[in-house]
């Protein structure tokens, strides 16, 4: 088997919205928690999704929330890596659309 394809991202989001956005982000996709990650069966494989939060990023008195993300994706052709994180980013990209 291929070693995973990592990719990781900063989103300035809390963890809670992440959570609150998953299920319309992964098209509703089979998804468990384990071990802290949230897995998405995905195309024969899987995407496992971490997330940890930073230091707020501060700009005057605004402080914006930052959320390190980790996607870890097994068995995922790229074509279909490619499909997920077009429609993960349409779903949490505020502003546009």
Do not use: H
């Amino acid at each position: 088997m291929p070693d995973p394809f990592v990719l990781r991202r900063e989103m300035g989001c809390t963890r809670e919205e992440l959570a609150r956005w998953l299920p319309g982000a992964t098209g509703g996709a089979p998804a468990r928690e384990e071990a802290g990650e949230v897995v998405v069966a995905l195309a024969g494989g899987e995407a496992r999704i971490a997330a940890e939060a930073r230091a707020p990023r501060r700009i005057g008195g605004l402080a914006l929330p930052v959320l390190a993300v980790t996607f870890t994706f097994r068995g995922v052709e790229e074509p279909a890596r490619r499909a997920f994180l077009a429609r993960f980013d349409a779903w949490t990209q505020r502003g546009g659309g």
